[in-house]
């Protein structure tokens, strides 16, 4: 009985894709931004032609996030997420500026949210005009990137 159960549990953590890992530790590593909703950027956004490749990269409760092309447009900060809100919570630390958004976080995607205020997180993934009459909320989602 007991070989039974330990194979049904250990059968569905490799289909369901259990994961023990922190929100913190699954945001490690690289991740490609491929869809925005809205707009909203970390730092001075380039031409519309050269906004690919937009990165955001974390490492232990740091964050790099890197608008285009270019070492001029990126940004280095901490971040640090609360798993206590719903949806979760992830604020950014930078330059004396802080941003509390919304997150939800897979092994290959990544879906960040920001509110129409730096420091008021939105209560749910939207982003963009013409819906709001700002361009916030922004809505960003990323991709993990490929291992170098």
Same mark, same amino acid.
């Given at each position: ?57 974390? *490492? ?8 285009? &092309?270019? !070492? %001029?447009?990126? $940004? ?30 897979s092994t290959t995607v990544l879906r ?10 939105? *209560? ?8 709001? &009459?700002? !361009? %916030?909320?922004? $809505? ?9």
């Open positions: 009985m007991r070989k039974v159960v330990l194979l049904s549990v250990t059968t569905f953590c490799i289909a369901g894709g259990c994961d023990s890992r922190t929100d913190q530790q699954k945001l490690q590593g690289e991740w490609l931004l491929f869809e925005m909703y809205g707009e909203f950027d970390f730092c001075p956004q380039p031409a519309k032609q050269d906004w690919l490749p937009t990165t955001m990269a974390f *490492t232990a409760n740091e964050f790099r996030f890197t608008n285009g &092309k270019g !070492s %001029r447009h990126n $940004l280095v900060g901490t971040f640090d997420c609360d798993i206590t809100h719903s949806p979760k919570q992830i604020t950014f630390v930078f330059d004396r500026r802080t941003i509390i958004g919304i997150y939800d976080v960040v949210c920001i509110g129409e205020h730096d420091n008021k997180p939105p *209560t749910e993934f939207n982003g963009g005009a013409p819906v709001f &009459k700002t !361009s %916030r909320p922004a $809505l960003l989602l990323f991709k993990r990137a490929p291992k170098k």
